[in-house]
């Protein structure tokens, strides 16, 4: 490449895409990479203050020019569930879903992709639900050229420590909810809680194949959830009866059942009386009334992850803490805002 003077440009190439940005309009490229320069494009390209122009001459041995250095980064940080187009655009590629799923991201090797020179990798926050075509990621280099071993060592890196984005699908899980409390099973009041929970397991491709009322009696729920096991559940959802008053026994029942209890309590507001036991590989969860009643709670983020198949640990929860208060936005956005995404 060589620079050159804009009115001496005319039959040569340039070697970049040029933007053309009009407040309150647009933002587009107005001149792509590979563009032989024409003479009626002298007035447009010194209205976009390019003085000078980089032009194709002879590019140097062991560089890489911007696009195909692009085109080499997303091919190696590309995992399973993530496709991204040939054709960058100002130097950069986008990543996205290749369908509806969880994406999940190495954040130990982003840091170590971004820390070699000249190579800029952002993405979305790791571990949320994401729909299919969705941008999970962009990459491009800053200088129109790099020296190939950078760009070496992002693939090498990929091959010894990826894949750096995955999205991991929803499978069509069968879920059972058994909801709890005494003044539900007497029609005393409406069960709210069932039809939360099939709209959302529903919006994750999941269905509901069980589904009952019971008393706050530990016994009874326990036998719920051994019914809604043998009917096939591949996830339990028990609702209510979690909080610390006496009249609330679900805890108890849960232990009952589950071979492991992972956590009772969590730093998750709302949500803190959330639980999780798992008996065998189905997750049994014990959901507070929140979940009912909150346009986001620890239940959106805790089940895409188990309906991706994750098995979670203590350590998953404690980690949510930063960034587990949802500031009650008056206009919610979840999930695009900050909370769970410490």
Same mark, same amino acid.
């Given at each position: 490449?060589?620079?050159?003077?804009?009115?001496?440009?005319?039959?040569?190439?340039?070697?970049?895409?040029?933007?053309?940005?009009?407040?309150?309009?647009?933002?587009?490229?107005?001149?792509?990479?590979?563009?032989?320069?024409?003479?009626?494009?002298?007035?447009?390209?010194?209205?976009?203050?390019?003085?000078?122009?980089?032009?194709?001459?002879?590019?140097?041995? %062991?560089?890489?020019?911007?696009?195909?250095?692009?085109?080499?980064?997303?091919?190696?940080?590309?995992?399973?569930?993530?496709?991204?187009?040939?054709?960058?655009?100002?130097?950069?590629?986008?990543?996205?879903?290749?369908?509806?799923?969880?994406?999940?991201?190495?954040?130990?090797?982003?840091?170590?992709?971004?820390?070699?020179?000249?190579?800029?990798?952002?993405?979305?926050?790791?571990?949320?639900?994401?729909?299919?075509?969705?941008?999970?990621?962009?990459?491009?280099?800053?200088?129109?050229?790099?020296?190939?071993?950078?760009?070496?060592?992002?693939?090498?890196?990929?091959?010894?420590? %990826?894949?750096?984005?995955?999205?991991?699908?929803?499978?069509?899980?069968?879920?059972?909810?058994?909801?709890?409390?005494?003044?539900?099973?007497?029609?005393?009041?409406?069960?709210?809680?069932?039809?939360?929970?099939?709209?959302?397991?529903?919006?994750?491709?999941?269905?509901?194949? $069980?589904?009952?009322?019971?008393?706050?009696?530990?016994?009874?729920?326990?036998?719920?959830?051994?019914?809604?096991?043998?009917?096939?559940?591949?996830?339990?959802?028990?609702?209510?009866?979690?909080?610390?008053?006496?009249?609330?026994?679900?805890?108890?029942?849960?232990?009952?059942?589950?071979?492991?209890?992972?956590?009772?309590?969590?730093?998750?507001?709302?949500?803190?009386?959330?639980?999780?036991?798992?008996?065998?590989?189905?997750?049994?969860?014990?959901?507070?009334?929140?979940?009912?009643?909150?346009?986001?709670?620890? $239940?959106?983020?805790?089940?895409?992850?188990?309906?991706?198949?994750?098995?979670?640990?203590?350590?998953? $929860?404690?980690?949510?803490?930063?960034?587990?208060?949802?500031?009650?936005?008056?206009?919610?956005?979840?999930?695009?805002?900050?909370?769970?995404?410490?």
């Amino acid at each position: 490449m060589k620079s050159i003077p804009t009115e001496q440009a005319v039959g040569l190439t340039i070697c970049h895409d040029i933007t053309e940005i009009i407040a309150g309009e647009h933002k587009k490229v107005a001149f792509k990479r590979g563009h032989v320069v024409r003479q009626e494009d002298i007035p447009h390209l010194l209205r976009l203050g390019k003085e000078n122009l980089f032009v194709w001459s002879e590019q140097a041995e %062991g560089m890489v020019h911007e696009d195909d250095a692009a085109r080499r980064i997303a091919a190696a940080i590309c995992g399973p569930g993530v496709v991204y187009s040939d054709s960058p655009t100002e130097g950069r590629i986008n990543l996205k879903a290749e369908f509806q799923g969880l994406f999940v991201l190495n954040l130990d090797l982003l840091e170590a992709m971004n820390d070699i020179q000249d190579v800029t990798i952002a993405t979305v926050q790791t571990l949320r639900e994401v729909s299919n075509g969705q941008v999970l990621a962009g990459t491009r280099v800053i200088p129109l050229c790099v020296p190939e071993e950078r760009i070496a060592a992002v693939e090498r890196l990929s091959r010894e420590q %990826g894949p750096l984005l995955t999205v991991l699908p929803f499978p069509k899980m069968k879920v059972g909810v058994v909801t709890t409390g005494s003044e539900v099973f007497h029609g005393r009041i409406k069960d709210g809680f069932t039809p939360v929970l099939r709209r959302k397991f529903a919006d994750w491709g999941s269905e509901l194949v $069980f589904t009952t009322i019971v008393p706050d009696e530990p016994g009874a729920t326990a036998a719920a959830i051994r019914e809604a096991l043998a009917a096939g559940a591949e996830m339990v959802a028990v609702t209510g009866g979690m909080s610390v008053d006496p009249d609330d026994k679900t805890p108890a029942a849960i232990k009952e059942v589950c071979d492991e209890v992972v956590i009772y309590g969590t730093p998750v507001f709302p949500g803190a009386m959330f639980m999780l036991g798992y008996y065998g590989e189905v997750p049994v969860m014990g959901l507070p009334g929140c979940v009912m009643y909150s346009r986001a709670s620890i $239940f959106d983020l805790i089940a895409p992850r188990l309906l991706a198949g994750q098995r979670l640990a203590r350590r998953d $929860f404690t980690r949510l803490a930063h960034g587990g208060l949802c500031p009650q936005c008056p206009d919610c956005r979840y999930p695009n805002c900050m909370f769970g995404r410490g």
